[in-house]
């Protein structure tokens, strides 16, 4: 997902990006610099991008009951078999 897409989608910090994109927060703001030190997200970072975008919006959009169920879930709960 492009930088802008994702910006234009959700309110985050650049803090925020550099943990979404597991890179520094140098590297973020050279994405947002001009001239010679510009950088554009490559596509390891774009592939995060989609991967919280799509997390995000699922999130938003999922029932209640998916919801209990996920809190349901706990490792210890699962047979040892499985």
Not at 19 to 27: A, H, K, M, N, R
Not at 35 to 40: D, F, K
């Amino acid at each position: 997902m492009e930088l802008e897409a994702f910006l234009n989608s959700w309110n985050v910090t650049r803090e925020e990006l550099a943990f979404i994109c597991d890179c520094s927060l140098t590297t973020v703001n050279h994405w947002f610099s001009q001239g010679e030190h510009r950088r554009v997200p490559g596509e390891g970072h774009k592939q995060r991008l989609a991967i919280a975008h799509h997390i995000w919006v699922t999130v938003a959009t999922e029932p209640n009951y998916l919801l209990t169920l996920r809190n349901m879930y706990h490792p210890d709960r699962r047979k040892s078999d499985l």
